[in-house]
Every structure is written in structure tokens, then in C-alpha cells.
């Protein structure tokens, strides 16, 4: 009768065995390693990114509150109300462009953000210049960016001309402390006083600029009250405010987004390697088949094999995942050391607990789920069996092994989908990959069963390797699992490359203009026209009005009501273009409604883009209230309209009837498109500066190479963290054949007696993975073009359009490497001597 050994005898049977080394267990610390390390440091990463933007709140701001407002000034009464709550600040920010007087060669003008600030900038934080303290600017005195410094070739002492006036740049700066919570600009900054902003005399009424006031609270008063507060008092104003907790909150969802996307592969990677883990318990395990048995026959009962082997192994995941911890503490300083220029923020050297809970939880909670099964299989076999097992294999069901397996997983879901910004994404994410991982092993079993019922072939390798798919103890179903995988995550990582490469590539070059130009007077059109005409002949010119407004309601729902946003309702965020036009604007298709007449003069209406239609939940009759200029306009929506994107036009989300806007103040805006043989651009550019002063131009150029910067930066992301996932789907492969090792090796050392040469044992096996990876070649294409087209049209909204051909040579590529990898993992059992390997048997 068989009597419990007890914890404590079990920990000594444990560790002893231990001293013998991890042989068979190093699989498993490679494979926890890996996900654990991957999950912390970019969970590190991440947390230190975000942190030190909510920990910099008030400079990233510039205060504990800010109040925005596009194409004009706050009014007396408005003043008097910020005024009232604290110290204010204000700042005039606009588009403009600065040109370098005397040129000669290289470029002349430059499109830069010209900021005009008063005496009490910045109320927290200093503006800091590579020689010191910036102090108090003059009229005609500026400060610029070290870019603008190097794009026109400026030094300290230098002049430049924006509009009518002429600065004398006192320094290059070194720290704007709000530069952060400015969000994103289309070039290198400028700064100067408000009255240095209002000598260019490029404040017009009609011109595209922004005025931001910032506030600092006495201690103790609550920003996000305070906002609140001025929104009720002043309903009609279409402020934008944000608080010192949420200074950058486009940045920190960017970097929250992409850490969450980038922490789901890593968890991805993980699962994946969770199959590493059970392949290489399996083959520790089987090493430890025969100890097993003979603790069965002195005494050892189901319990104390369960914590004998649970405790080892226990031992080994514990260390394993510390040292991915470790790895994920430190690595992420040399990785900010590395790319910090990169980054809006520079985060210090700091350990936030939280990302190594969730990774520590993750690796072990993994390592629970794959462990238990080989494990149950070990502990409730009798004896005999177990020394019979390598060709008398039986199946054993132990539910309460299995329960425990079910908890876990159900534990996993619910930490990724909790802790998840959108857990819907998280929870489609998670079910991926396992319904991946269910196909790939039912086509394991499928080929096995196959395999044992088609008739052999005459050639004697190709009868072996088809043998060796349906052999007692053969691997088959964790080789599909491994190879598929391989193949899935090169052929996914290859089509989101090539897509997000072609996104630019072929794109943007086809359709766009080559041209923005802004601010232009509207009592100009005609004389402007006519100039390109004559500069550039031939080209094509597109005219707009154009102005910004505020979305405050849309049906019966006021935005100022919502706790939270709809999804996908960026538009709704603060301040976006507003144009007006009697007839369908280019880029445009009418998909919804009717438009209106040339004449027509009734009540205003608007035509809406069909995507925020379908986001707002309206349509054609309902209501659109929006803010332009301070003043609150009720349209009734007319039509829907598909806007192309992607033509880089003046593509509107709103587009209202002529006399809703007319005499409203507004400037207008162009593209120019030229005509080949191409005038030059910066010929072009410096004749309409000298004859519009007031206008600021965008090269399409430029705009296309941040964009590319920004993609390729992701894409790098993606294969680094997918790169992960390749190797856990490599230890899996090496995992399935350490798995199998001692069965291999008793066929091969039956062969050898046979007369069987090395090559030919070989070459059977070469066969065997040859056939497998022929069959999961078309499942890894289907599974792997699936995944990288949700990844670029439902995450990134981008298009789908792989390079077919790098698809395939990446495919082939990868089938070579795992094919490789698999049969180095074989080479040692060549080595295997008969006579040796029958006395182990």
C-alpha cells in the first residue's frame, strides 16, 4: 500500500534530483525566457513612456489647465473668467513660413510652427536655449529649433523674415517644455512674443491659427472642475480643454495602443512557446520515465509524483521567468538610450511593478497550462506501462488535471482582457490564437491518421518517413504545431511589411498634388490663380475655402455630455476643417442624399462623411451642431458623402451649403498640382512668398517622408516583437523533436542493426519534414495572410496590398530555415551507439 511521502519528503526527492542538472529542462527555460522577457520589457517600455507623460503633466501642458480656440482670441469676458481662476498665460500658434533673406544656394523658405507667447510663458517648466535661460523675447526677436537652424543653415545672430517682419534669432533652443502637449506639427518651431507674431502681420481675420491659454490653479483646486466650470459658463464657445492629467492625450494613446498591440504578440509569443514548454516537459519526463516507475513500485503514490515533478519543474519556470524579469528591467534603459531621440519624452531609469506582475502572472500561468497534461500522463500510468511506453502507448484522461488546465486558461484570458485598453481587441487576439493552435493540431492528427492508412510506398526512405508520421510515439501533431507556426508568423510578418511598405510606395505618388498652400487671402483667388498659371504652366490648382469648427452636438446628443467617446471618433476631438462648396468637392463620392442647388439659400446644411455618419449614428435629416469662429451653427444633414483619403486632397469631413459660411471671416487653401516637365517646386514656392507673403506652403514631399518615418518605425516594431514569436516558434519545433528524441533513437539504433546507414536514417527524416512542411504550406499562406489583414485593414485602416512575391520567398525561406533547424535538432541521434542504446532500453 502506497503512502504519502508528504511535502517535505517530496522537496527532498526533488531537489536532490535537481543537483543533476536541467537536462530536458532547458527547452522550457528557453521558452518562458523568451515570452517572459518580451512581455516585461515592452510592458516597461510602455509604462515608462506613458508615466512620464502623466508625471510631467504640468509642463508638458504649460499648466494645470489649457483652453484652445482656432481662428481667434478669447474676448474680454472670457479673459476675465480665466483670470479669475488662476495665473494665465497666452500663446498664438500658426503655421507660417520662414525665410532666410540673401539665400544663395540651398533652401530659402522653410514651412516652421511660429508661436507667440507673453511674459508669464512658461508657467511651469523654463524655455531653455543651448547657451541658457531664454528670458524675456522681444518683438523683434525669435528663438528656433536646432531643425529650422539646420534645414536654412542659421546661426545665432542671423536674421529671418516671417510675413512683413524681420527677427533676429537670439539662440536655438534646447527645451520648449510644452512641446510635447503642442501635438504633432508639420515642421521645426519658431518662438517669438506676441507682439513679434502680430508684426508679421499674418493674423488676419479668416487666417488658420490657434490661441491657447493656460492657466495655473491655486493648490488644491481640481482642473478637471475647472474645465468643466468654463464650458457651462461659456457653452457657445467650442473651447478645447485639456488638464494637466491628460497634457498629451494623443500621445500617450498612441504609445498605449502600439504597447498593447506590441504586448499581445509578446503574449502571442508566449502561448506559442507554452507548446515549447509541454514538448519539453514531455521530454524531460520520458528521460525521467523510468525513476517514475520504479517510485511507483516502492511506494510513491499519484500525489507525491504530481509534487516531486511539479516541484522541480516549479523550480526551473520560477527561475526562467526571473530572468526574463531581469532581462525586461534592464534592457528597456539601453533601449531608451539607444532610440530616446525618437521619443517625445525622455524617461529616466525607473521599475514600475505592474508590467512585471502581469508578466511574471502570464509565464506562470502559461507554463501551468502546458505542463499539467504531460505531467497527469506521467503520474497515472502504472508502472508497467511506463516501462513498456515507447511502444505501448496509452491515452489517460484526468479531469482534475484538466479542470486545473481549464481555470488557468480562463485566468490568462481574463489578466490580458482586464488589463487591456480595449479588451473586444484583446479578447479576438487571444481567441486567434487558439483557434490557430486547434487547426494546426486537428491537422496533425488528420495527417497522422492518414499516414496509417495509405497504402506504402516501394521506396524504402519514403516508407520510412510516412512511418515515422503515424509511429507509436511519433510527434506528429507538435511537428504540424511547430512547422505551422514557423510558417504562419514569416509568412504574416513578410505581408505586413511589403503592405505597410506599398501603403507609401504606391499610394501616395499616384494621386497626391504636389503642393499645400495656406492662409491665402480670400480677396485674392483670382490674382492667385492667375499667378500660377503664369509661374507654372499648365499646372493644376484647387481652390477651398477654409476654415476650423468644433463639433458640440450631432441628433440629439451634445458632445460636452459624453463620458466617453464613441469608437473610432477622432473627429470629435477638439477642432477639424470646415469648408463650404455649391458643388461636389474633388475626391468626394455622393453616396446618400442630394446636393444642393447653386442658389441655394434656405437653412444651412452640410454634407457628412459616410464613415463619421455610421461612428455619430446619423444620417441624412438628422443634425449637426457645430462651433465656428465662437458661433454655434444647426445644420440638418443633406447627404453622405465616401471621402478618398488617400487622393491627399482637401478632404472635408464637413462640408456645409455656401451661405452657412460665406461671411463668416475665412482664408482659403490650394493644392497645386504641376504639370511635367516640372516647374521646380522651390522656384515656384519662393515666387509665391514674394507675392503672398502671408501664405504658408507644405511640400507633399515632406509630409509623405514623415509619414514613411512613422511606418517604418511601426513596421520595425512589428518584426521585432513578431521576431519573438519566430523564435518560440522555432523552440516549439526543437521542442517537438527533443520530445520525440528517445523514440528516434530506438528506431534509429534498430535500423543501424539492420544495416541502415546515417545518411539514409537521415534522409527519411528530411522526407518526413519535407512532407509535412509541403502540407502546411498552403495552412501557414491562408492562416498567415489572415493575420497580417486584420493587423493592416482593421487595425491600421490601411490597404491591403502584400508584395505576393516576397510573400512566397519569404514562405520558402522560412520552410528551408525550420526545416533546417529540425533536422540539426536530428544530427546527434546519428551518433547514437547500438550497443549502448539497447542496454538503456
Known amino acids: 500500500m502506497s503512502q504519502n511521502l508528504g511535502w517535505r519528503g517530496c522537496w527532498r526527492i526533488a531537489w536532490r534530483d535537481l543537483h543533476r542538472g536541467l537536462r530536458g529542462l532547458r527547452l522550457l527555460v528557453v521558452c518562458l525566457f523568451l515570452g517572459v522577457a518580451a512581455l516585461a ?9 506613458t508615466g512620464e507623460i502623466a508625471s510631467k503633466g504640468q509642463s508638458l501642458l504649460g499648466g494645470d489647465l489649457e483652453i484652445a480656440m482656432a481662428q481667434r482670441e478669447a474676448n474680454a469676458a472670457e479673459k476675465s473668467a480665466f483670470r479669475r481662476m488662476g495665473q494665465l498665460s497666452e500663446t498664438i500658434r500658426l503655421r507660417a513660413m520662414a525665410q532666410r533673406p540673401g539665400s544663395g544656394d540651398g533652401p530659402s523658405a522653410v514651412l516652421t510652427e511660429l508661436k507667440g507667447v507673453d511674459l508669464a510663458y512658461p508657467l511651469y517648466g523654463r524655455l531653455m536655449l543651448n547657451s541658457g535661460p531664454a528670458g524675456t523675447l522681444k518683438a523683434d526677436e525669435l528663438v528656433i ?15 529671418l523674415r516671417y510675413g512683413e517682419a524681420l527677427f533676429r534669432i537670439r539662440g536655438i533652443i534646447a527645451n520648449e517644455p510644452d512641446r510635447v502637449g503642442e501635438g504633432f506639427t508639420l515642421g521645426p518651431v519658431a518662438i517669438t512674443s506676441l507682439e513679434g507674431v502680430r508684426r508679421t502681420a499674418l493674423i488676419q481675420p479668416g487666417s488658420l491659427y490657434e490661441s491657447k491659454y493656460r492657466i495655473r490653479l491655486p493648490a488644491g483646486a481640481n482642473p478637471r472642475a475647472s474645465g468643466e466650470a468654463l464650458k457651462r459658463a461659456f457653452p457657445m464657445a467650442g473651447f478645447e480643454i485639456k488638464d494637466r492629467d491628460r497634457a498629451a492625450p494623443g500621445t500617450s494613446r498612441f504609445f498605449e495602443r502600439m504597447g498593447q498591440f506590441l504586448s499581445l504578440i509578446g503574449l502571442t509569443a508566449l502561448a506559442i512557446a507554452g507548446v515549447g514548454v509541454g514538448n519539453g516537459v514531455t521530454s524531460y519526463l520520458a528521460i525521467k520515465r523510468n525513476g517514475i516507475a520504479t517510485l511507483k513500485i516502492l511506494g510513491a503514490s499519484t500525489s507525491d509524483i504530481s509534487r516531486i515533478y511539479l516541484i522541480q519543474i516549479g523550480i526551473v519556470a520560477a527561475l526562467a521567468t526571473a530572468s526574463g524579469l531581469l532581462v525586461g528591467a534592464v534592457l528597456p534603459s539601453f533601449l531608451l538610450s539607444a532610440v530616446g531621440d525618437l521619443l517625445p519624452v525622455q524617461p529616466g531609469f525607473s521599475l514600475t511593478a505592474w508590467p512585471f506582475v502581469t508578466s511574471a502572472a502570464y509565464g506562470l ?27 505501448d502507448k496509452r491515452r489517460v484522461r484526468d479531469r482534475t488535471s484538466m479542470i486545473a488546465v481549464g481555470i488557468a486558461v480562463l485566468a490568462t484570458a481574463a ?8 479588451p473586444l481587441f484583446a479578447a479576438s487576439v487571444l481567441a486567434a490564437v487558439g483557434v490557430i493552435l486547434l487547426i494546426l493540431f486537428g491537422i496533425g492528427s488528420i495527417v497522422r491518421r492518414l499516414a496509417a492508412r495509405i497504402k506504402p510506398p516501394r521506396a524504402p526512405l519514403a516508407r520510412l518517413a510516412i512511418a515515422n508520421l503515424h509511429r507509436p510515439g511519433s510527434q506528429t501533431p507538435a511537428l504540424v504545431i511547430a512547422l505551422g507556426l514557423g510558417l504562419t508568423l514569416f509568412v504574416t510578418l513578410a505581408a ?3 503592405s505597410l511598405n506599398a501603403e507609401i510606395r504606391n499610394t501616395v505618388p499616384r494621386t497626391a498634388p504636389d503642393q499645400f498652400v495656406l492662409d491665402i487671402p480670400a480677396a485674392r483667388k483670382q490674382q492667385f490663380q492667375s499667378f500660377v498659371a503664369h509661374a507654372a504652366p499648365g499646372s493644376t490648382v484647387n481652390i477651398v475655402p477654409a476654415l476650423r469648427g468644433t463639433i458640440l452636438a450631432y441628433g440629439r446628443t451634445r458632445v460636452a455630455d459624453l463620458k466617453e467617446l464613441p469608437k473610432d471618433a477622432w473627429f470629435l476631438r477638439g477642432e ?13 463620392d455622393l453616396v446618400e442624399g442630394e446636393w444642393w442647388p447653386k442658389d441655394y439659400a434656405g437653412a444651412p446644411l452640410v454634407s457628412l462623411d459616410r464613415e463619421a ?14 462651433s465656428i469662429l465662437g458661433r454655434e451653427i444647426r445644420a440638418r444633414i443633406a447627404s453622405l458623402r465616401q471621402v478618398n483619403w488617400e487622393t491627399m486632397g482637401f478632404n472635408y469631413i464637413m462640408v456645409f451649403s455656401p451661405n452657412s459660411l460665406r461671411g463668416a471671416p475665412h482664408s482659403l487653401a490650394a493644392t497645386i498640382t504641376i504639370k511635367p516637365p516640372k516647374t521646380s517646386e522651390g522656384q515656384l514656392s519662393r515666387a509665391l512668398l514674394a507675392a503672398f507673403p502671408s501664405i504658408s506652403i507644405i511640400p507633399v514631399r515632406e509630409v509623405v517622408g514623415q509619414v514613411t518615418v512613422l511606418l517604418g518605425q511601426m513596421a520595425s516594431a512589428i518584426v521585432l516583437a513578431g521576431s519573438v514569436a519566430i523564435l518560440a516558434g522555432i523552440a516549439v519545433l526543437i521542442g517537438a523533436i527533443t520530445a520525440s528524441r528517445h523514440a528516434r533513437a530506438y528506431d534509429s539504433v534498430i535500423l543501424k542493426t539492420l544495416g541502415a546507414t546515417r545518411w539514409q536514417i537521415l534522409g527519411s527524416q528530411a522526407f518526413e519534414y519535407l512532407l509535412l512542411a509541403a502540407i502546411l ?3 501557414a499562406l491562408a492562416l498567415g495572410l489572415t493575420a497580417a489583414w486584420f493587423v493592416i485593414v482593421q487595425i491600421f485602416a490601411f490597404h491591403w496590398s502584400p508584395d505576393w512575391l516576397l510573400v512566397a520567398a519569404t514562405l520558402g525561406a522560412g520552410a528551408v530555415l525550420t526545416l533546417g533547424v529540425g533536422l540539426l535538432g536530428s544530427i546527434p541521434l546519428m551518433s547514437v551507439r547500438p550497443a549502448r542504446a539497447l542496454r538503456a532500453i
Open 41 to 49: 520589457t515592452i510592458g516597461s517600455l510602455t509604462a515608462a513612456i
Open 145 to 159: 529649433g536646432q531643425a529650422l537652424a539646420d534645414r536654412l543653415a542659421l546661426r545665432r545672430g542671423q536674421t
Open 365 to 391: 500561468l502559461i507554463a501551468f497550462i502546458f505542463i499539467m497534461p504531460p505531467l497527469a500522463h506521467a503520474r497515472t500510468l502504472p508502472a508497467a506501462v511506463l516501462f513498456r511506453e515507447i511502444v
Open 415 to 422: 489578466l490580458a482582457i482586464s488589463t487591456a485598453r480595449e
Open 496 to 498: 505586413i511589411q511589403s
Open 576 to 588: 477639424r476643417g470646415v469648408t463650404y462648396s455649391d458643388m461636389l468637392p474633388e475626391g468626394s
Open 613 to 626: 455618419a455610421a461612428v455619430m449614428d446619423v444620417g441624412v435629416g438628422d443634425t449637426l451642431t457645430v
Open 777 to 779: 504550406a498552403v495552412v
